[in-house]
């Protein structure tokens, strides 16, 4: 049974970036900031035959910053219709491999290309929302959480279904008191 929570887990995560409008498609990002938890919406791109979970950001963006500090992250996905709740976390790093991160720019279509080539860094003061100043250049840059646990809550009657998988015990995985 764990087996198939498992590998039915891994594809729920996989129709996130494979199917356009999936419940997982948009999920939350958690870093620490000063001791304090942040939190932001994402969009799910890809995940490497690891389970790594691969964002697209701005370089120059707040949650960059706070990665370099302290690598510790956790993505949180719901899917509502599904009532199921995943969790996965591990270290995240700034990509750093030319090849793979022109394999990733090259995915960034048409208006979407703008929201990396604001003259001025992600939460900077502004006036008017209809006053943003773009530029040439792509700061566009990936992040790569490096899965280390993949936690799965299945909301059911008459009993939840909540199980850890890690990767140290190679994903075997048990189940959790829901």
């Known amino acids: 049974m764990l087996k198939t929570i498992f590998n039915d887990t891994i594809n729920e995560i996989k129709f996130g970036y494979l199917k356009r409008k999936h419940a997982n498609k948009y999920c939350s990002l958690a870093s620490i900031y000063q001791n304090k938890p942040q939190i932001r ?14 964002f697209f950001t701005d370089k120059r963006s707040e949650k960059v910053k706070q990665y370099k500090n302290n690598r ?80 799965s809550l299945q909301l059911k009657r008459p009993n939840h279904i909540r199980c850890l998988f890690e990767k140290k015990d190679n994903w075997k995985g048990q189940f959790l008191v829901p």
């Open 72 to 151: 510790n992250a956790e993505v949180l996905f719901y899917n509502h219709k599904k009532l199921l709740q995943i969790k996965v976390g591990g270290p995240i790093e700034l990509l750093q491999d030319t090849e793979r991160i022109n394999y990733y720019k090259q995915k960034v279509q048409g208006s979407s290309k703008k929201d990396y080539t604001t003259l001025k860094k992600p939460s900077t003061p502004i006036k008017n929302p209809d006053r943003v100043d773009y530029g040439d250049e792509l700061n566009f840059a990936v992040l790569e959480l490096q899965t280390e646990y993949i936690e």
């Open 41 to 54: 919406t994402v969009v799910l791109r890809d995940m490497t035959e690891g389970y790594h979970l691969i």
